[in-house]
């Protein structure tokens, strides 16, 4: 008997065995013996309707997926000795719906088969000596009478310790199939586009900022392509943008005050490095500091000129052309060094005079997948992060995710192995006794040569869901997936496919250790399964960017503390 045949024995054996135990205890009641079994027997007969309730309820889900029909699937739920369970197409298609968790529903169904088979013999009056075999029991009994009355005497021969492992049994086929549903769910794709507010909030702030993002791109490789050392470093640090997400009132998201944290410096000299906060001149502001934007000489041009003008505080920003010279003038002045990045992609700059010199940055630092190997040994060279501050970093490594995708920033998929802190703030700022302890800022960093050609473009968005998927999980348990699969004997290449079914083998072992929330945001970058209007997933899609907000970056952001984001 194949493993949906199963099911439908099954499906025809639980309205029968209910009945026989529900007479048996309207008849025993009056028996002083029954008040000890009493609980045992009302127990059983609610596991044996949940049982009931769920196979029923999944099939009507997953055959749904096949080519039958709804009265088809109705007819196949109430008649058990249908041919439809003996179908090979159909059976085809709910493999295909359940994947990696067919063969653990089949077994939870096989595993109730030998329950029901178990009870019904001990059930005097429900089959005689020769129906041991529980389809046998069903065809006879389904062949006799439509409805599930039984007529005869019933006697229930299970002692109380037997009932209560039978009552297990049940209960633990019930939460596997229940795992399996949701899993399946998890891995089947969205279809419905997004209507909520948030989430098209959610998705416009990260347009903007990742149109900011690919200008400064620009302008830093405009400003290093002087020739004046070999190669230069940029670390740009990541943001969760909260506060802008959080802004009930805006006047525009285009016109919102954005900025980006970076740290420059050239790979040979890291006297020169710079930690800086780069601000987005808003249009307006752009134009009357550097004057008018470009128009057309053929247009008859009317300039006004306004009299007694103050002088402003500071002069105007100018134009970077060497984006070294500019900070090692301000380290040898002790100024303070103002930069700003104007539209379509230029970097001006301000020196102004200061108190304190420019700061420099630690030159030590350590990658995520580093942090995560020594805060898992016994005696943890870090201390370990909290449960707060995992759910902060997840919430501002999937939000820079989306923000930098598409973007020469993210030429190759960010991984645990390319997100790195600071030393000195890895140190500092991280407390296991501070549970609203504020996190080390992440970043990541490129590298601008002389020589390298801007492609202009970012890595697949398959393969960067997938690593953020994977990143989220390392997070949540506290190690690296090779660790893991160094644990388990498990090979991993830096393949996609390599890296997927690691990924998907310690997902499947997660579903008892991750809330339910968080295991679906992993399962689905893991799986891709968002809503698309292309044929494959492309960051260049609205609908497909405000899915992965929807069921990514908003339950991240639902679920992060207010303080941490």
Not at 109 to 132: F, K, N, P, W
Not at 134 to 160: G, M, N, P, Y
Not at 250 to 256: A, E, G
Not at 452 to 471: A, D, F, H
């Amino acid at each position: 008997m194949s493993g949906f045949e199963v099911v439908g024995v099954v499906l025809g054996a639980l309205p029968m065995i209910i009945g026989a135990i529900d007479k048996y205890k309207a008849t025993s009641q009056r028996f002083r013996f029954f008040r000890f079994k009493e609980p045992f027997i009302a127990q059983l007969i609610q596991s044996l309707q949940e049982q009931r309730f769920f196979l029923e309820t999944d099939l009507q889900v997953i055959l749904k997926e096949t080519h039958l029909e709804d009265e088809e699937i109705a007819v196949l739920l109430k008649q058990s000795n249908s041919s439809l369970f003996e179908d090979p197409e159909v059976a085809h298609a709910v493999q295909e719906y359940l994947g990696d968790g067919y063969e653990p529903y089949t077994i939870a169904v096989t595993r109730c088969q030998e329950v029901l088979t178990e009870i019904a013999g001990h059930i005097r009056g429900l089959a005689s000596d020769s129906q041991i075999n529980l389809a046998t029991l069903v065809q006879t009994h389904s062949l006799r009478k439509r409805s599930h009355e039984i007529t005869k005497k019933i006697k229930f021969s299970l002692e109380k310790q037997d009932l209560e492992n039978r009552i297990n049994d049940l209960k633990d086929a019930t939460q596997t199939l229940c795992r399996v549903r949701d899993s399946s769910v998890l891995r089947t794709e969205v279809t419905v586009q997004s209507t909520s507010r948030t989430v098209a909030k959610f998705t416009s702030t990260m347009n903007a900022v990742r149109e900011y993002a690919h200008c400064l791109y620009s302008a830093i490789s405009l400003g290093y392509g002087v020739g004046c050392h070999q190669e230069h470093k940029a670390r740009l640090f990541l943001e969760s943008r909260a506060r802008l997400m959080e802004k009930k009132t805006q006047r525009s998201l285009k016109r919102s005050p954005v900025d980006f944290n970076v740290a420059l410096e050239p790979s040979d000299n890291p006297v020169l490095c710079y930690k800086t906060d780069i601000k987005v001149m808003e249009e307006e502001v752009a134009y009357s500091c550097l004057g008018a934007p470009p128009t057309d000489i053929s247009t008859p041009q009317v300039t006004i000129s306004l009299p007694n003008q103050p002088e402003p505080a500071h002069p105007p920003p100018s134009r970077v052309h060497d984006l070294c010279q500019s900070i090692s003038q301000a380290q040898n002045n002790g100024e303070s060094l103002g930069l700003y990045l104007a539209r379509p992609g230029c970097l001006y700059h301000r020196h102004m005079p200061s108190e304190t010199k420019v700061a420099a940055m630690s030159k030590e630092f350590f990658s995520l997948d580093q942090i995560l190997d020594a805060q898992s040994k016994p005696k943890p060279d870090f201390p370990p992060w909290t449960l707060n501050q995992r759910m902060a970093l997840s919430f501002r490594i999937a939000s820079s995710v989306m923000q930098l995708l598409s973007t020469p920033w993210l030429y190759l998929p960010l991984t645990s192995s390319s997100i790195c802190f600071s030393q000195n703030d890895q140190l500092a700022r991280t407390s296991a006794t501070q549970p609203f302890a504020d996190m080390p800022q992440p970043f990541i960093t490129h590298r601008f040569s002389c020589q390298m050609v801007n492609s202009g473009c970012g890595c697949n968005s398959k393969r960067s869901l997938l690593e953020l998927g994977i990143i989220l999980l390392e997070l949540w348990h506290g190690r690296t997936l090779s660790s893991y699969a160094a644990e388990v004997q498990m090979p991993v290449d830096n393949s996609f496919g390599g890296r997927y079914n690691a990924a998907r083998r310690w997902l499947d072992i997660s579903a008892y250790y991750v809330l339910p929330f968080y295991l679906e945001i992993v399962t689905r970058c893991v799986e891709c399964t968002f809503a698309t209007s292309s044929s494959t997933p492309d960051w260049n899609d609205l609908v497909f960017r405000k899915s992965v907000c929807e069921y990514v970056l908003k339950p991240l952001w639902d679920n992060c503390p207010i303080k941490l984001r």
